[in-house]
């Protein structure tokens, strides 16, 4: 019994770091001590750093509007958005390119991809994105036919975490040149990441819904742009349910040409 008690004593002293004992030769720790109080060599001079070659774990954003603007079609810019290099890319299952009738005229954007969308490889196919399809559909629309979508991100954020201004940065050009294939006479920006970024706005969400916006994009000239809460924010938010509502009010309106955006 003493035995067993001896080696779960070593046993432990080993796990913590304690393992002098396993050395060739005992430790002289007079001798160790005396050594730390001798007086200290002068130093040795410092060898010139060697700077480390940086790691390239994404392209430039000029990069970036090069492949975008080379695009000369959807099938091409989802190519060129596929062999990006990304820390997104990386940790994502599925490219999450766009959803819908690219020919509808209408255009919505989102923020970035979810777990569901991940999977499926397609944008608003979770809860959220149910919850889109039954706000359209009180309105008239279908997504099969009266609208396209997409997010600014293609990739999901690690949990599904809000997009870093960097990653925007990077993919804000695919996005830009994905509008200008499309060609879209609307736009509706969902949630504050998809408004803020487009409209180039400091104002959150609240402070820029409700009303039209205009955005440059090239190739097109000025686009009407309605800024409205994302689903997965009314999910959170019930009560902010009647403000979307006006907003699809407003879309539905200047869709049959009783309200022109200003």
């Known amino acids: 019994m003493e035995r067993e008690a001896l080696l779960a004593a070593l046993r432990l002293q080993v796990e913590w770091g304690a393992d002098d004992a396993l050395e060739d030769l005992p430790v002289d720790r007079f001798a160790a001590a005396a050594a730390s109080q001798a007086p200290a060599r002068p130093a040795a001079p410092a060898r010139p750093a060697v700077a480390a070659p940086a790691l390239a774990l994404v392209p430039a954003p000029g990069a970036a509007a090069r492949l975008a603007a080379e695009a000369d079609s959807l099938e091409a810019l989802k ?19 766009s959803d819908g009738n690219p020919e509808a005229g209408l255009m919505m954007i989102g923020e970035a991809p979810g777990a569901d969308e991940d999977r499926l490889g397609k944008p608003f196919v979770g809860v959220s994105g149910q919850l889109l399809d039954r ?23 690690p949990g599904n975490r809000t997009p870093t ?12 040149r994905h509008i200008a294939l499309v060609r879209p006479r609307h736009l509706v920006l969902l949630g504050g990441v998809s408004a803020k970024t487009l409209l180039r706005a400091k104002d959150g969400i609240t402070r820029l819904r409700g009303r039209w916006h205009g955005l440059e994009v090239e190739g097109l000239g000025r686009l009407p742009a309605l800024a409205t809460l994302h689903p997965a924010y009314l999910l959170r938010s019930p009560a902010a349910k009647k403000d979307a509502w006006a907003d699809l009010l407003l879309l539905r309106c200047t869709l049959d040409g009783t309200i022109t955006p200003a």
């Open 165 to 176: 201004d960097a990653e925007i940065t990077l993919f804000l050009p695919f996005l830009l």
């Open 79 to 97: 190519a060129a958005i596929a062999a990006t290099e990304s820390t997104l890319r990386d940790t994502a299952t599925n490219l999450v390119f």
């Open 135 to 157: 706000m359209v559909a009180s309105i008239g629309l279908s997504r099969q036919r009266d609208f396209y979508l997409t997010n600014i991100l293609p990739w999901r954020p």
